[in-house]
Each structure stands twice: as C-alpha cells, then as structure tokens.
C-alpha cells in the first residue's frame, strides 16, 4: 500500500496563491524585468510570462512537504523566466523556495543549497569582472547574491535557532521528567522510612499489649490480670507517646508539635528495662564512643525490632544484647532463645516487616544483615540456658533448643563497608 503524501500546509497555500495573484496583476498592469528588446530575451510577448509564474507559484505549494523537488523545478521555471520578459513575483518566490529549502530540508540539502548558493556568488562576480572588467559586472554578483545567497544564509540562520530552541525543549522536558522521578524515588523513600519508624516505635508497645491482654483474658487469677493490666496501661500511655512523637516528625516545625530528637544508643538501657518490665530475661553488654547519628538510630532501632520479635517469638530464656566498636563498623548482635513455642502461651502474630525494615536500614549504611536459627557451638551456651529456664517454667515449656541471632555491621565511615 503506496504511503499517502502529505498535503500542502495552509500557509504554503496561502503564499502561493498571494503570489500568483501578485504576478498577475503586475502582468496585468504590464510591468515585466525585462524589455522585448533585451538581448537575453529569447520568447517575447506577454504570454509566455504566465508559465514560469504558474510553475514556481505551484512549486511554492511544496515548500515545506518536498522542498528540495520545489527548489529544483522552481530552478527550472526562474531559467525560463529569464528568457522571457519576466516578473519581478516570479523572482521573489525563487527566494522564498531558496529559504525554505534549507529552514525545511534535511540538513545535507540546507548545507548543498547554502555552499551552491555561496559559489554561484562568487562565481557571478569574479567572472563576469575578469571578462568584461567594467565595474558594473559586478552587479550580476550582486544580483546572484540577493537571489539565492542571501534567502540561504538567512534560513540557515533561523534553521539554527529553531534547532536550538527544540533542544532547549527537549533539554526542559527531560529535566522535569528526571524532576518528577526524583520526587516520586523520594516519596518513596520518605514512606519507606517513615513506615519504619512508625512499625518500630509502636510495634513493640502493642506487642507486649496483646501478649499481656491475651494472658489476663485466658488466666483466672486477679493478682495476675491486675499486673497484666497494669504492663498494658504502661505500653499504651508510651505508645501513645511514641505516636505523637512520629507526628511530629510529620508535622513542619511551626505546628503545635515538635519533631522529637531521634533515639541514640544512651537509651538502650532504658530500652533493655522496659523489656524486662514485659517479661523478657535481657542482659546488655553495650562499650561505644561518640557515633554517626545515623549508625546509632539504625542500632538502635534494631535492638528494639529484636526485643520485640523475642517478646513475641522467642522461648524462655535469656536473650543478650551485644554493641561492639570496632575501628571502622559498630557490630550489633542480638540472640534470643528459638526452639519449640509453648503452646498456651500468649502470643502475638507477625507479619514480617521488622526483618524487612531492620535490613533496609542496614542497606542504606551499606553495612551487612543476617537474622536466623543458629544450631552450631555457638549457639548452646543459650540453648542449655534456654532448656533451663523452661524445666523451671513447668510442663508447657519448650522441647528444643538453638538460638536466633541477629547480627548487623554497620560501617562508621561513610560509604565504607565492613
């Protein structure tokens, strides 16, 4: 199936039919270039004028959809109107067709018209003086020059503009689309860590509330549900705390809340007896200096998303906490009891985001993360611990015994990893 061509473009039409008109009435009025006695003049009359006008206001309609066929045939019909009497119209659309031939062409044919036109100028004023040497041969130069060189150079200098102008486009566009997508990477990473935040500063609380709550509804026992009451209201008054905290993070400083200063490794301590008021057996072995403010909130927060999963995962036993300097990277370790649950025990489901978040935060200090079962020599010491404190607990205790560690290095140096 033949490609359909494209039409003439309103204004091509527009311009060839001023024109045409134009050359009619000066035909009318019977003004021509040229007398009938001129020598160059080879069909006289005044017929034979309308056919290189016709031709070249025909050819104007291909100005823009085919300009080098246009600048071609128009070559032809200004040849064949140099041989007649003339219209001063047919000599000013040649122009035209020279312009927009190279603002419309591809750019070999604006660079071909622009050197041909360059040439023929000189050309037409170096021969004909070298000839005839009378000063008024270098009026054909001039004439050449008006025609073709100067219609040429005047669209190569609005073809460079235009070009420069669509690359400066081109350039805004591809700036705001690199504008949006660093906006939307930076939503995105604002609701990453503020999803964080929020799962580990609220997560523990309402942990060891539905641990607690679940022991109160399922143990007849007053003395029991008053303590379990007593944990809950202490874990929702902090964890309503906690919340306005993450508000005011959210909120711009101006508002009626102020952003709270980001936990540091000072507060493991308080971290660590807040633990053991839920139930948990932790000890804190803790030797640091001076740290990044990003490396202490990354530790701590994983020691407080370690607490919560043992508070809510872990077997009986004791569960250790271990803060570790090194010359280059603080290694944070965490192990709790992990073997067999009691089976009517309290406790709290999971949903995965704490291993999630714990090793995102570890991956933007490009530091290393592993969390999982341990079976090996290392982990005994805590598993015999482990089978101990559950031969203490009765018969619902647990049967096996292993360790669950959670080890993160987090470099101290900036863009080091350990």
């Known amino acids: 199936m033949a490609m359909r061509q494209p039409r003439p473009h309103r204004d091509d039409v527009r311009i ?55 600048l071609l045939v128009g070559v032809a019909a200004l040849t064949l109107d140099t041989v007649t009497q003339g219209n001063l119209v047919t000599l000013v659309m040649f122009t035209d067709l020279v312009y927009a031939a190279v603002l419309y062409g591809t750019p070999a044919t604006a660079r071909r018209v622009l050197w041909i036109s360059g040439a023929l100028t000189v050309l037409g004023t170096v021969v004909p003086l070298a000839v005839w040497r009378v000063p008024e041969a270098l009026l ?51 609701r990453a860590r503020m999803a964080r935040e929020l ?31 007593g944990v809950i209201r202490e874990n929702s008054v902090e964890g309503l705390a906690e919340m306005r905290r993450l508000i005011g993070i959210l909120r711009d400083s101006s508002g009626d809340t102020e952003p709270a200063a980001a936990p540091t490794l000072d507060g493991l301590a308080s971290l660590v007896e807040h633990a053991r008021g839920n139930g948990l057996d932790v000890t804190l072995d803790c030797a640091h200096t001076a740290l990044p403010a990003p490396v202490e909130l990354a530790a701590y927060r994983i020691v407080q998303e370690s607490l919560t999963n043992a508070l809510k995962h872990a077997s009986p036993g004791r569960v250790t906490v271990s ?38 935060r570890v991956a933007l200090l490009q530091g290393t993360f592993e969390a999982g079962p341990e079976t090996g020599p290392e982990a005994r010491p805590e598993a015999e611990a482990a089978k101990t404190e559950v031969a203490k607990a009765g ?24």
């Open 16 to 70: 060839a039919l001023a024109g045409l008109l134009g050359g009619l009435l000066l035909w009318g009025a019977g003004l021509g270039t040229r007398t009938a006695d001129d020598p160059i003049v080879l069909w006289s009359g005044r017929w034979p004028i309308l056919l290189p006008l016709a031709v070249i206001a025909g050819c104007e309609l291909l100005r823009r959809t085919h300009p080098r066929t246009g």
């Open 395 to 418: 018969p619902h205790g647990t049967t096996g015994g292993g360790t669950w560690t959670v080890r993160a290095t987090l470099p101290i140096t900036e863009g080091e990893s350990a």
């Open 199 to 229: 799962h580990d500063m609220v997560a523990n609380h309402l942990s060891a509330i539905a641990i607690h709550s679940t022991a109160a509804l399922s143990l007849d026992d007053p003395d029991t549900s008053k303590q379990a009451l």
């Open 140 to 190: 054909i130069g001039v004439v050449i020059g008006v025609v073709a060189f100067t219609p040429g150079a005047t669209g190569w200098v609005v073809r460079n503009h235009r070009d420069a102008a669509e690359a400066a486009r081109l350039r805004a566009e591809q700036t705001a689309l690199l504008a949006e997508i660093d906006r939307t990477q930076a939503v995105t990473a604002e």
């Open 323 to 360: 803060l570790v300097q090194r010359d280059h990277a603080l290694d944070v370790r965490v192990t709790s009891p992990f073997g067999d649950v009691r089976k009517d025990g309290p406790r709290a489901p999971g949903s995965g985001a704490g291993l999630i978040g714990m090793r995102e």
